[in-house]
């Protein structure tokens, strides 16, 4: 084994960590796969990124672990540090941008962190990190507790949203968020509330600390018709799926919402809808969409936001803040 490491750092989901900041090298053995002591924990070299997130592009995790309990998560983070590894975390992995180099050191899957708990008496639920979003929406529905109708057109996990302060259809995270546990770099975890989360539009604390939701808890309202919440939660599916493209691969939205205006008609009234770059287009259907239309590489797409946010600058003075994470290296342009 050859070790040398500055301090390891975390990326999630809700930060711009760029991996090739760190300095290691790092030959931790010749096997292809390491079991992390005392689980069934397999840490993977040399795993594509590229089926981990909703654009499909990305080059390789240099190393890659999913666990399944906060067990495993803890040993995975303990296994980094032991090795000096920078460490991104991902989950759905539908809100990033990863470059077509890849990313350095550990990438920690969440999205195998599911389980769900409910407690009748006070309508509250308590799900895992890696549970997705839209799944959560529709158990709800189906129980008659409404609250998360909203979320059923969000392609992310819980941990996700709680990082991002997740919304859509006027309803957000942060207004049903009771509390979330976070795992800490030193191994402990510690819960949160969402005024101790200093959520803002799609933002919170999380984005800027090396800290990793584990679960979080929800406060819902019980009672209703199942029948009834369920229909609201599907019309609010169909009129997502009515207004914004997803015949292709994407990111959601890519820009945040500049008060009092939106990205969406920003970049229409620029004349960029349909704009291209190699296999990257803005959406003719929503104007805050990039599409990979199929050959699109992460260059491509990062490219485009940039032509996009310079297009708009010009026209509006106004410089977009991409909603995006953009994780790894991308040569400026």
Request: charged letters at 15%.
């Amino acid at each position: 084994m050859t070790l040398s490491y500055d301090p390891p750092k975390v990326a999630t989901a809700g930060s711009s960590f760029l991996s090739s900041t760190c300095k290691y090298v790092f030959s931790p053995t010749t096997e292809t796969h390491i079991r992390l002591p005392g689980t069934e924990c397999l840490v993977k070299p040399q795993i594509s990124l590229a089926n981990l997130t909703s654009f499909r592009v990305g080059g390789p995790a240099e190393w890659y672990v999913a666990p399944r309990t906060a067990t495993e998560l803890q040993a995975s983070f303990a296994w980094a540090h032991q090795h000096g590894l920078p460490i991104t975390v991902l989950g759905a992995g539908s809100n990033l941008l990863i470059s077509d180099r890849g990313l350095s050191g550990l990438v920690i899957g969440t999205r195998r962190l599911r389980h769900t708990t409910f407690n009748e008496a006070t309508a509250q639920v308590t799900v895992g990190a890696g549970e997705p979003l839209p799944r959560l929406a529709w158990q709800m529905a189906e129980r008659g507790w409404r609250g998360l109708e909203w979320a059923v057109g969000i392609p992310g996990t819980v941990g996700g949203a709680v990082v991002m302060n997740a919304g859509a259809h006027g309803g957000c995270t942060a207004e049903r968020l009771v509390h979330a546990q976070v795992l800490l770099p030193n191994g402990t975890t510690k819960l949160l509330t969402p005024e101790e989360m200093n959520y803002a539009y799609r933002t919170s604390l999380l984005q800027g600390k090396d800290w990793t939701v584990t679960q979080a808890t929800f406060q819902l309202a019980a009672g209703f018709d199942p029948e009834h919440v369920t229909t609201e939660t599907s019309d609010h599916l169909n009129q997502r799926r009515s207004t914004q493209p997803y015949h292709m691969p994407s990111c959601g939205s890519v820009f945040r919402n500049p008060t009092p205006y939106k990205a969406g008609w920003l970049i229409e009234q620029s004349g960029l809808k349909g704009f291209q770059i190699g296999g990257a287009q803005v959406a003719q259907r929503h104007a805050n969409f990039i599409l990979n239309c199929g050959s699109a590489t992460a260059t491509d797409i990062f490219h485009l936001i940039r032509h996009v946010q310079r297009e708009v600058d010009q026209r509006w003075r106004l410089w977009l803040e991409p909603e995006v994470r953009i994780l790894g290296d991308f040569q400026p342009i």
